[in-house]
């Protein structure tokens, strides 16, 4: 009876066994699964192909606006403010009417010099009359001296004879020589009423001149505007006295166009023509200047660099240039400050890339990941010189069709295998995927599509060194 006994155990013991071998063959087999399922695919980076292009160096300098022009009116005459006749902060035409000043005594003295000019007429008048009666007494002795001289002949004639004296002859010498007496004396009177009328003349002349000053002075009461323009606030009161040539009554300014005094300090502009002597930049052919406004705005209207001064400003150390805009809504006002961007060159064979493209070392040093033939991440140092449009200017460092990685890489490492996609910007420049042959297209009608886009102005900042940085978060 034991034996049974005995096998009945036996049996038991290696059902057990059994089941304990499939419960581990079971467990394998699932934690083979459980590891096939847990192997990721490649890592998907969004590439674009490096395309070499001509970049135009931009600069943001600080710059005030400045009126076109602005005159200061003063009164040309001394007197009572009465009226103003403008409103404060409005335009006005040149010629309209600014003020009027009291012309109570400019009025009486152009009335008093007009009396005199009638007194100075009245003069001319008399010395003309003078001047005919000595013309007429003149005539009248030179009739007399004709007559003496005639009879003086016969009595010549006679002499020697029985039918005339001695005392006759003598008598018609003398009357001959009275006549032409009375001729010189009129002949002076004459001369004399000539000078009188000269005289009278020179004064009848000077008194129209002291009434052409009276008149001007007393036009000048009414202070008119002397050119175009907006108008400031009064600087005089109605009833205060206006002192000729010192009071400062108002501004007026002219703000269409308008100027844009823009200052560079010397260093940036020496390094800049050092970069065109070394031929790394070339000379821009545009003059043209955009404005960013005080709330971080685009002045929607492109302006001229009209001068650039040919010396260095001892105070500041900067070089001053101007630019003129059109200012049609009145936008830019004086004193306003503002920041200029100019194109002062463009870089040849240069390479624009997306912020998030460019990381930042420890020492500050620029690199990007390049994806090689076999579809693995190397690492490429380059150089950059500014920004322009929001990308990267990449100088040195990258080979035509490279693909760099510009979405994507703070999911990879150096030597890892990747998947590749392109990278398209939408309108929005935001990541749009799309086929690999129409990317270069879109990038290119990207660019083609805002001609009217101004360059933003070269950062010589780099993003905070900290490894891979927060620009470019996104890869």
Do not use: H
Request: hydrophobic letters at 45%; aromatic letters at 4%.
């Amino acid at each position: 009876m034991r034996y049974p006994v005995l096998s009945l155990v036996a049996m038991s013991v290696i059902a057990a066994l059994a089941t304990v071998g499939c419960d581990k063959s079971k467990d394998a087999d699932a934690a083979q699964a459980q590891a096939a399922a847990m192997q990721m695919p490649p890592a998907v980076v969004n590439v674009m192909p490096v395309q070499f292009q001509t970049v135009p160096l931009s600069k943001e300098l600080s710059g005030k606006v400045v009126a076109y022009q602005e005159a200061i009116v003063t009164p040309q005459v001394t007197g009572i403010v009465e009226k103003q006749l403008f409103q404060d902060g409005r335009f006005v035409k040149q010629g309209q009417p600014l003020y009027q000043i009291n012309a109570d005594t400019y009025a009486n003295t152009l009335a008093g010099s007009e009396a005199d000019l009638a007194k100075a007429q009245a003069s001319i008048n008399t010395a003309k009359a003078n001047y005919n009666n000595a013309i007429a007494s003149l005539e009248s002795r030179q009739a007399e001296l004709a007559l003496a001289r005639a009879n003086q002949k016969r009595l010549n004639s006679l002499k020697g004879t029985d039918a005339i004296s001695a005392q006759e002859v003598d008598i018609g010498a003398t009357t001959v020589d009275t006549a032409e007496a009375a001729v010189r004396n009129a002949q002076a009177q004459v001369g004399v009423a000539k000078a009188n009328i000269e005289a009278a003349q020179a004064a009848a002349q000077g008194v129209q001149q002291v009434i052409n000053t009276n008149k001007i002075n007393y036009a000048r009461t009414r202070v008119v505007a002397p050119m175009s323009g907006v108008t400031g606030r009064s600087a005089v009161d109605v009833g205060a006295l206006a002192t000729a040539g010192q009071t400062q009554m108002v501004t007026i300014s002219q703000l269409n166009p308008i100027y844009v005094d823009i200052s560079q300090s010397s260093a940036e502009l020496l390094a800049l023509r050092q970069s065109m002597m070394q031929g790394d930049v070339n000379a821009a052919n545009t003059a043209q200047v955009q404005l960013v406004l005080p709330d971080g705005s685009t002045y929607p209207v492109t302006g001229q660099l009209r001068f650039e001064e040919a010396r260095v400003d001892s105070n500041t150390g900067a070089v001053n240039l101007r630019a003129v805009f059109p200012n049609d809504n009145g936008v830019l006002l004086p004193g306003m400050a503002v920041n200029a961007r100019l194109i002062q060159g463009v870089i040849p064979n240069a390479v624009l890339l997306p912020q998030s493209a460019v990381t930042r070392t420890a020492k500050g040093d620029a690199t990007v990941y390049i994806v090689d033939a076999n579809k693995k991440i190397q690492v490429r140092p380059i150089q950059t010189q500014g920004t322009y449009q929001g990308n990267w200017i990449v100088t040195d460092g990258l080979q035509q069709g490279e693909n760099v990685v510009v979405i994507g890489g703070m999911k990879v490492k150096p030597d890892q295998q990747v998947e590749v996609k392109p990278y398209v910007p939408d309108s929005e420049g935001q990541v749009a995927n799309a086929p690999m042959a129409a990317r270069a297209n879109a990038v290119t009608a990207a660019n083609a599509s805002s001609p009217s886009a101004q360059p933003t102005a070269p950062s010589t900042n780099p993003p905070t060194a900290a490894g891979r940085t927060n620009a470019s978060a996104a890869r």
